[in-house]
């Protein structure tokens, strides 16, 4: 396999296999028991932060601060232990609150990420809506780790994409759309938006739009959105498109046709024109199209100038 059938095909595979994913991290990150406990004698939950604002001690650091020779196994003790013990599981999320160095704040993030249960998503909630930048973008990678299907995940995200003018953070609020199993009344807010940023001016922001929005479409019509997406004027959303055709496996007349467009032009680039070509192999052909195809598939080259190959059909 090639590297651009390679390339194609995790790409397809990371599309359809998010959901499942997802799940597997919600199930391993098990909430702590003292929540259960405080559900049944009607407790309010603790706050995710210590009653004092402090900045942690300089002793507390050596409580996540792991040696590098055995990373693996004490992130996993430490993981294990902040499940069990909500004392220290507060001292972490008070500690990743004010920790400003970058690998200590990954130790933390890592540890944090997961536990995953109500403590870390209050905290991840708490940052996310903070008005400094950098507190804002430690709230989201928490939150991260929270599938879609928590309703307190989703509704921030839906916010702040509606809220969001910044093109560079509005792509990376997009990104987190992670698809998950929901019921359908809940994904149309998120379609909506999708919809819209689809039209967006920046074209990193559209082209994460149409992937999102071809994994979140469960309604199988995604022939409209991925035809003005191969039609777009900018290069990453055409290459968004084909990438969605693959992922999606939607066919039609207009599709081949423009996926027919970019293979024989000699002004696109030889990445997007391969990518076409790759995609034309799903599709029915006459012999005037097939013609084409294998004029292309003749001329495309790989980044060290060879040719690739493709199957004879």
Do not use: C
Request: glycine share 6%.
């Amino acid at each position: 396999m090639n590297r651009l059938q390679l390339t194609l095909a995790l790409l397809a595979s990371a599309l359809t296999g998010a959901v499942v994913g997802s799940s597997i991290t919600r199930a391993i990150a098990a909430p702590l028991p003292t929540h259960a406990t405080a559900a049944a004698t009607g407790a309010a939950p603790r706050n995710a932060l210590a009653s004092s604002a402090r900045a942690p001690a300089q002793g507390d650091l050596a409580a996540y601060t792991y040696p590098a020779r055995n990373g693996d196994d004490n992130l996993d003790r430490m993981t294990q232990r902040a499940r069990r013990d909500p004392a220290y599981l507060r001292e972490l999320l008070r500690s990743y609150s004010f920790e400003t160095e970058l690998d200590k704040r990954g130790a933390l993030l890592a540890v944090l990420q997961g536990v995953a249960n109500q403590d870390v998503l209050q905290l991840g909630r708490q940052l996310a809506d903070s008005g400094d930048p950098e507190q804002r973008r430690n709230g989201l990678e928490l939150l991260k780790s929270f599938s879609l299907d928590v309703p307190e995940v989703r509704d921030l995200l839906s916010r702040q994409i509606q809220d969001e003018r910044d093109p560079a953070m509005l792509k990376q609020l997009v990104d987190m759309l992670t698809p998950a199993v929901i019921a359908s009344e809940d994904a149309a807010p998120l379609l909506d938006r999708l919809g819209t940023l689809r039209r967006h001016a920046d074209p990193a922001v559209r082209a994460s739009s149409v992937l999102q929005s071809v994994q979140w479409n469960k309604n199988g019509n995604n022939e409209d959105i991925l035809h003005q997406a191969i039609l777009d004027s900018d290069l990453a959303v055409r290459q968004a498109a084909i990438a969605g055709i693959n992922a999606s496996g939607t066919r039609s007349d207009r599709l081949k046709d423009a996926l027919l467009a970019l293979a024989s032009d000699s002004q696109t680039d030889a990445e997007t024109r391969n990518a076409a070509v790759f995609a034309l192999q799903n599709f029915a052909m006459n012999r005037g199209e097939y013609a084409l195809y294998r004029k292309a598939a003749e001329q495309v080259v790989d980044g060290d100038g060879h040719e690739r190959e493709y199957p004879q059909r």
